[in-house]
Structure formats: C-alpha cells, structure tokens
C-alpha cells in the first residue's frame, strides 16, 4: 500500500489549504484514510477521521475549520482547511492501517504565518 499527499504550502492565518491523499495498491486490506500532523517538539496527533459509516472525527483544535472528506475514503480523501492559524503549522501526513500494519505518506508541509 502506498500513499500520496499533496496540496501543502505557505498561507497566511485566516487562510485555506487543501489537503488530498490518494492510496494505491491492495486497497481491499486497509481502513479509512486518516491524516494526522506533527508540529516540531510535538508528538504526532489524529486531526481527522472518517468512519466506514461516515461519521467523522475530529481533534478539538481544529473543530470547525477543517472537514475530511472523501466518497471511496479507502482510496482518496481530502482535508479543506480554513481559518488557518500559525498553530496548524506542521507537517501532515496521510495514514491507514491494515491489522496491526500501519502505512503513512510522505508527509506535505503546511506553514501558516502571522
């Protein structure tokens, strides 16, 4: 399984990203994509995830702003983002597992500034 983010960048606070993950391989095997971020010094955390009935998670720092979405959410799923604020800053990475494999994305970067 392999997976590919992008849509990272450089955004002002207030602004918007979009975030897209796209998985390839055996996708019969895998949960949901997910996304998770890690700011420097900090542990990575779950920011969205939707469920095989379609409910959603959500951290609560980022309730509100952010939507995960995604009609096959096994093969492609998109995190809008808006409102931005520089403490989204960090690297984002896409994730699923399969039993107790877990497979990340290469990571896509988002910088928010003041």
């Known amino acids: 399984v392999q997976l590919q983010a992008s849509g990272g960048g450089l955004v002002q606070a207030g602004g918007s990203l979009r975030l897209s993950c796209e998985a390839s391989?055996?996708?019969?095997?895998?949960?949901?994509l997910d996304w998770y971020r890690q700011a420097p010094g900090k542990p990575r955390e779950l920011v969205a995830h939707?469920?095989?009935?379609?409910?959603?998670y959500y951290a609560d720092s980022v309730k509100g702003r952010f939507t995960i979405s995604g009609e096959n959410a096994k093969k492609k799923v998109d995190l809008q983002m808006n409102s931005l604020r520089p403490e989204d800053t960090a690297l984002y990475y896409c994730?699923?597992?399969?039993?107790?494999?877990?497979?990340w994305g290469q990571g896509t970067q988002v910088t928010v500034s003041s």
């Open positions: 939707i469920s095989e009935g379609g409910s959603t």
């Open positions: 391989g055996m996708l019969s095997i895998i949960e949901n």
């Open positions: 994730h699923t597992s399969a039993g107790w494999t877990a497979y």
